[in-house]
């Protein structure tokens, strides 16, 4: 039933007369009745030696949307055999979580590894693929087990409400004798239960909530008066299409009074064109996290972020996350918890079908590179609505794994506690004024995993997490516009006791640089050389040492360097002394590993650059010469 959510449209089909088999079949299919389409479309193939490209896409796409990934995985190896690297980024997506559920894990990889040849999207991919596999070798930090609640149809989308989960479901046969053509399932209602009465029977959510049609995947303000979930277009209680004859999805916003849902309102970025679904709220309200299709995306389904006013109601036009987050296939089902985004990918590596990823928000618009999150959360079929409770490693989620009881079916997990472990915790400072840093990043890394787990500091600068034992974890601290700050804590074997009150200064980039005439420039005392040579000193290298430490600290900055000399001497060879200082020290910033595109230029200016009045013949006390007698290193991108 996840795939309501997925393709978000209802068609509203039309009766045709005399068409072909051919005909027959697509308006079967885009009536999401694929199991008639099959029929047709395995006949159509029969009949031809070699079957058309429409066929055979249209059959690999029928089999994957109602899960049957082995006999999907045929066709699209057979688009794969026709077209090889020419195939649809979408269509190789989908034949690599094919092999997946087929446990063909080395031929999907070997597919991957051929088709992408962009560097860097095959290092992410390699990346994500090396943590999964570090992840794999160890003891899951996870037990999962089946909800007592599940029922013979699907049910996924849990929501931690004030008193009990809320959950999307089709078990309710009596609802309407209309069925989703798709699986052949009641639309989906929401239904509110308490996990923890093993014999508690769900109960529907709201009393007047329910329509004829989906209501599915809510999300609630802090002081839970506030829901917003996903609903069909509908008028006069009946699917309203558009142009296309499609009924898209919409994310409505209501309010909660007495049990009862008022004032129901559809939020501004809704178009009848597109489908927008699976709301997700940050903690302060202030931003809703969102999937959908509109144009623009880069894949079948997008996230998006849109702020909020103080109304609840977007309060501008949505962000697309980019393509740290998105990819050509899937990405759905956000949920946020301490700046950590989960969601559902088909497109970045994983066991197979959907996946759960984390990646940590790192500014306003950066994000980590999404992880998996493993087994046992996920498996090589479709694992999709992660949530999990914000004061431990506990939650839900929902798949249509084996061993289920149902089409979807909600899970808990819970995490297992870790015996042998550090406590680590401590502040980060602000270098200058010695004020704390409220979200500044801290990611630790493992010398074997890579980026294990990424957090940010409190409005205190308070961090705290546990290392694992055995390991030396490599802790970044950083801000924008901060230098970064790295420190290595290796653990043993038996635990240790917590080590606190561990203090971080980084250095805020603004008291690093001067201004000069609007200029930024690398804030230096005067780097000296010696009467008529151009070789670095031991007192030109304590000021070069500040350079560097920007350069290191700052890898986006890029800089030239212009050198001066005093008037004091022929102007020709002033020049020319100069202009080998400058050379002198770019090629000493190169040599302590500086790359050299990071310098643009290199040139001396000799004395044609006066600060001040002292030009030939003018008698000027030292320190007036000394004014004029420096380089310059000029920040032209950062």
């Not at 995947?217 to 002081?223: E, K, R």
Request: charged residues 25%; negative net charge; aromatic residues 12%.
């Amino acid at each position: 039933m996840k795939n309501i959510i997925i393709l978000f449209i209802i068609f509203s089909s039309t009766i045709v007369f005399a068409q072909s088999k051919e005909e027959r079949a697509d308006d079967h299919f885009r009536a999401f009745k694929f199991d008639a389409a099959i029929k047709l479309y395995e006949d159509l193939a029969d009949d031809k030696k070699k079957p058309s490209m429409h066929i055979i896409q249209q059959l690999a796409d029928s089999y994957f949307n109602i899960n049957d990934y082995h006999n999907a995985k045929i066709w699209y190896s057979r688009l794969y055999v026709i077209q090889g690297k020419r195939i649809e980024e979408g269509n190789l997506i989908k034949l690599v979580q094919c092999l997946k559920a087929d446990l063909e894990i080395e031929a999907a990889d070997e597919l991957l590894k051929e088709y992408y040849t962009k560097p860097a999207k095959l290092k992410m991919i390699l990346a994500q693929k090396a943590y999964l596999d570090s992840i794999s070798k160890e003891k899951p930090n996870y037990t999962i087990q089946n909800v007592p609640f599940n029922s013979k149809k699907s049910d996924f989308a849990p929501y931690l409400y004030t008193n009990g989960l809320v959950f999307a479901s089709a078990r309710d046969t009596l609802k309407s004798s209309t069925l989703y053509p798709w699986n052949k399932q009641p639309y989906l209602d929401l239904y509110i239960t308490n996990p923890k009465q093993t014999d508690y029977t769900p109960e529907k959510f709201l009393e007047n909530m329910e329509s004829d049609f989906h209501d599915a995947t809510i999300a609630l303000s802090w002081d839970a008066k506030t829901v917003y979930f996903t609903r069909n277009y509908i008028e006069k209680n009946k699917l309203s299409a558009n142009a296309d004859g499609l009924s898209n999805m919409q994310i409505l916003k209501g309010s909660i009074v007495d049990n009862q849902l008022v004032n129901i309102t559809s939020l501004s970025f809704n178009s009848k064109e597109y489908s927008c679904g699976h709301p997700a709220l940050t903690a302060d309200g202030n931003y809703m996290y969102f999937t959908s299709n509109m144009p623009g995306g880069y894949g079948e389904s997008d996230i998006y972020r849109v702020a909020l006013n103080a109304s609840g109601d977007a309060g501008m036009e949505p962000v697309n996350l980019g393509p740290t987050i998105n990819t050509r296939g899937r990405e759905m089902f956000p949920y946020v918890v301490h700046d950590i985004l989960y969601f559902s990918s088909d497109g970045h590596y994983g066991l197979g079908g959907l996946d759960v990823f984390a990646s940590a928000l790192l500014s306003g618009d950066e994000f980590s590179l999404p992880l998996n999150r493993g087994e046992p959360i996920n498996s090589n079929m479709d694992d999709f609505s992660y949530i999990r409770e914000v004061a431990s490693n506990n939650g839900y989620l929902a798949s249509n794994r084996s061993g289920g009881v149902g089409d979807d079916d909600i899970y808990y997990y819970e995490g297992i506690q870790p015996t042998d472990c550090l406590e680590y915790s401590g502040t980060v400072f602000d270098e200058k004024t010695g004020e704390p840093l409220y979200e500044a990043t801290v990611e630790i890394y493992d010398s074997e995993e890579g980026l294990v787990l990424a957090t940010k500091t409190d409005m205190e600068g308070y961090y705290n997490f546990i290392l694992p034992c055995n390991k030396t974890n490599k802790l970044v601290f950083s801000k924008k516009k901060y230098s970064k700050k790295s420190v290595t804590v290796t653990t043993g074997e038996n635990p240790k006791a917590p080590s606190m009150n561990n203090k971080v200064y980084l250095t805020p980039f603004e008291s690093l640089i001067v201004k000069d005439n609007g200029v930024e420039k690398i804030k230096v005392e005067p780097i000296y050389f010696d009467y008529d040579k151009y070789d670095i000193t031991v007192r030109a290298e304590i000021e070069l040492e500040k350079v560097l430490f920007v350069l290191r600290e700052f890898p986006a900055i890029k800089i030239k360097i212009e050198s001066h000399t005093d008037a004091r001497g022929k102007d020709a060879y002033n020049l020319k002394l100069s202009d080998n200082r400058a050379k002198a020290t770019r090629d000493y910033l190169i040599l302590k590993g500086i790359v050299a595109n990071r310098i643009e230029s290199a040139n001396g200016y000799g004395e044609y650059q006066l600060k001040n009045e002292c030009s030939n013949g003018v008698s000027c006390s030292e320190q007036k010469h000394l004014i004029n007698r420096r380089s310059d290193f000029i920040i032209i991108s950062k």
